[in-house]
């Protein structure tokens, strides 16, 4: 793991696109893992669906879901230890019905699972029904875990749309939204993906790092923007990684300057 000693965090992001080649998938995230930990990250942000993925979906995603003490998680838990960093992915998670799955994100170090995320909100808009084969998150307090001093909550895709989800987030500390994707290309979507992310990091005053699939499924444009919202590290439209460094220092000079949640007068209630 990076060693570095001035206070800043160094954050990955990891574009790839994930298919039904489960072996190829974690050899994927191995090899990318490795080059960002040679970069000096501490925090490596894989996509949604990143064990197995199929489009359009059909009934094998839930043939391919898993527990969470599953041979992927344990095979990213071996990988985050081999480099000593922090790896964050989803997977395609067992549900309660047979007929379906959980879109779920862990982080894992060398200590095991660190906090885990399944989507609330499914997808089904644009003309797509994600509900048909995945079954939603339960409304539970949101799960967060800390690196180097900085506190990192995590969301997916399409909760982006719901600005209560990352609202949450900064409402329980964190200072990082990472938010794994499969952000479905589509008239005006690479615009929606970079202005809500970009809305999600100024309203909150706080970072965010999102990791999306490529084209020709995905939009690609993976990215980390910082707490005025200003684009730190961006991924176009091919597989790669892209790293950028977190700073708590940042945050407290940009929150002091506008306390926007201090002022706020609204609280959030589940419906």
């Known amino acids: 793991m990076n060693t570095a000693t001035d206070g800043a965090l160094a954050l990955a992001i990891a574009q ?4 039904s080649d489960r072996a190829a998938n974690l050899a ?14 501490h925090v490596i942000v894989f996509p949604e669906y990143s064990s197995f993925f199929v489009a359009p979906f059909d009934a094998s995603l839930a043939a391919h879901a898993e527990p969470l003490d599953g041979p992927f998680v344990t095979a990213l838990t071996e990988i985050a230890a081999r480099h000593a960093v922090v790896v ?9 019905e047979a007929t379906r799955a959980r879109s779920t994100v862990v982080a894992v170090s060398a200590a095991g699972r660190l ?7 499914l997808y ?6 994600e509900s048909d084969w995945v079954e939603p998150g339960e409304l539970e307090a949101p799960e967060t875990f800390e ?21 949450r987030l900064a409402d329980v500390g964190a200072h990082v939204a990472l938010v794994p994707a499969e952000w479905v ?5 690479e615009h929606h993906w970079q202005t809500l992310i970009t809305a999600r990091a ?4 706080m970072y965010m790092a999102a990791a999306d699939h490529p084209p020709p499924i995905g939009v690609g444009n993976s990215t980390i923007v910082d707490p005025e919202g200003v684009a730190l590290a961006t991924i176009g439209t091919g597989s790669d990684v892209a790293i950028a460094r977190v700073r708590l220092d940042s945050i407290e000079r940009v929150r002091r300057a506008n306390p926007a949640l201090e002022l706020r007068r609204f609280t959030i209630a589940p419906r």
Do not use: W
Request: proline content about 4%.
């Open 88 to 96: 964050v992915a989803g997977l395609l998670e067992r549900a309660s």
């Open 147 to 167: 690196v180097r001093g900085i506190r990192f909550g995590m969301q997916t895709c399409y909760d982006l749309r719901f600005p209560e989800i990352t609202r």
């Open 124 to 129: 089904d808009a644009f003309g797509q029904r």
């Open 202 to 205: 100024i309203e909150n005053t």
């Open 28 to 41: 994927r995230i191995a090899e990318m893992t490795a080059d960002a930990a040679a970069q000096g990250a």
């Open 185 to 189: 290309r589509g008239p005006l979507k």
């Open 16 to 19: 790839f696109a994930p298919t």
């Open 115 to 121: 906090a885990v995320y399944r989507k609330l909100h």
